[in-house]
């Protein structure tokens, strides 16, 4: 079992930066993908960046290209997600989500991973 608490998010202006956090516990070893996804009011939950451990591998939405950075402690317990140029269509509830199968990390789709946060707000304001 894995747990994933996630932090760092809340309000900040168009062009404004901000870092999340998830935090995991348990038996985070075999956790090889992990990844950010986004919720906004009245649509489905989006893949935003996912990370695969053995690889190194990181895979961005076009969306976020050159402006969010994904990245995991070497202890492989927190994963990041830095937000820079932000705006205001990245506002929504970010979630993180773990898995020990890369399928996850290939696909992006949601259902591939078992394990989530109950995630942070994030909200830019034009």
């Known amino acids: 079992q894995v747990q994933l608490v996630e932090s760092g998010g809340g309000s900040v202006q168009a062009g404004g930066s901000l870092r999340l956090s998830c935090a995991a516990s348990g038996n985070t070893d075999s956790m090889y993908c992990m990844g950010w996804f986004r919720q906004a009011p009245g649509k489905e939950r989006e893949g935003v960046a996912r990370a695969y451990a053995p690889s190194g591998t990181r895979i961005y939405a076009d969306s976020v290209k050159g402006r969010f950075t994904i990245s995991r402690d070497m202890a492989g317990n927190t994963l990041y997600l830095q937000m820079d140029s932000l705006k205001p269509e990245d506002t929504a509830m970010y979630y993180c989500?773990?898995?020990?199968?890369?399928?996850?990390?290939?696909?992006?789709?949601?259902?591939?991973?078992?394990?989530w946060g109950q995630g942070t707000q994030v909200t830019v304001s034009s």
């Open positions: 989500a773990a898995d020990p199968s890369p399928r996850g990390c290939w696909s992006g789709r949601t259902t591939d991973y078992n394990y």
